[in-house]
């Protein structure tokens, strides 16, 4: 019975996971093995994935203390294959709205769920499949790209199933746009099928899932959206000789010359101080003509001018 009210869209701020309905899983085994740097993790993600939003501010923090250490391996999940999901309270994309604003002030990140009364997405393929296409061109600018769809869902209220959204968030991550789509309508499709051919041999239940791994194959799984230290501890317990690496402030600028963009509670978390104190020094930079900021219902996203 329990199986029936899982939907995907029905993300629990609790567990921190977006859940997907039991399906086939495959009985083959893989092996995962760091080749580049100590640690490799496999991360399982949706861009539509409200729980995914939520860990923003811990990956962003793990890239800087011990990104020496690890490399980052994006995978997405197909998290809203359709609207044949009928489960959970959820039935219709308006249904979705007033979760996510839920969400939204539990994960203490900006998100506007009336996208779900105003243009409402009919699918998470076509964004899954587009990230797919930027990969090929340059894994550092699909991550950027990843990140401007999110901004644009969560934000602006676009639908970003729709290649209109798509083609400006690429043009912002400096893509090429014609061979996006050309990928976007040949290869990248195969490659999406081949990360849910993993997330099956690898059991994916939901969305944030991060495999830790090192070189002999040894692994750690951090299942849904967690504090910080689940993270980090995941990382030290498979390589204890990594070194953190505080971020330096040189000002209260130093911080978007990484992260261009940045919601309170990602400076927060970054800075190791509190989202009070964050808002308080994020709206000063604003009030003195050094930021910008976005504004939504549910919070703030703060950029360099």
């Known amino acids: 019975m329990s199986e029936n009210k899982t939907n995907p869209l029905l993300c629990n701020p609790e ?3 977006c859940e997907m309905p039991a399906g086939e899983t ?5 092996t995962i093995t760091a080749q580049k740097k100590p640690i490799k993790i496999i991360y399982y993600t949706d861009p539509i994935c409200s729980s995914c939003w939520g860990i ?3 990956l962003r923090k793990l890239k800087i203390e011990y990104g020496d250490y690890l490399e980052i391996d994006y995978r997405m999940g197909g998290l809203l294959p359709d609207w044949n999901y009928n489960s959970g309270g959820i039935s219709k994309p308006s249904d979705v709205a007033h979760h996510w604003d839920e969400a939204s002030i539990y994960y203490e990140m900006p998100i506007d769920g009336n996208v779900w009364l105003e ?3 009919d699918s998470s393929y076509p964004s899954c499949i587009a990230v797919k296409a930027a990969q090929i061109q340059s894994q550092e600018k699909a991550l950027k790209f990843m990140r401007i769809l999110r901004e644009k869902l969560y934000l602006e209220k676009k639908n970003i199933a729709k290649w209109d959204n798509i083609a400006e968030a690429a043009k912002i991550a400096d893509l090429d746009i014609e061979k996006l789509k050309k990928d976007y309508d040949g290869d990248a499709e195969k490659l999406f099928q081949e990360d849910l051919n993993l997330a099956k041999v690898l059991g994916v239940r939901g969305f944030p899932t991060l495999f830790f791994a090192d070189e002999n194959n040894n692994k750690l799984t951090v299942y849904g959206s967690k ?3 689940f993270y980090e501890n995941a990382l030290l317990a498979l390589f204890p000789e990594a070194k953190k690496k505080k971020f330096v402030n040189q000002n209260a600028l130093s911080l978007f010359e990484v992260y261009p963009t940045l919601a309170v509670k990602e400076y927060a978390v970054i800075q190791d101080i509190s989202v009070n104190d964050a808002a308080i020094i994020l709206e000063e930079l604003f009030r003195k003509g050094k930021l910008e900021k976005k504004t939504i219902k549910n919070g703030s996203l703060y950029s360099i001018k």
């Open 15 to 17: 567990t921190g996971t």
């Open 26 to 30: 495959s009985k083959e085994s893989i």
């Open 56 to 58: 923003e501010p811990q």
């Open 119 to 121: 243009d409402p997405l």
């Open 227 to 229: 504090p910080y230290s």
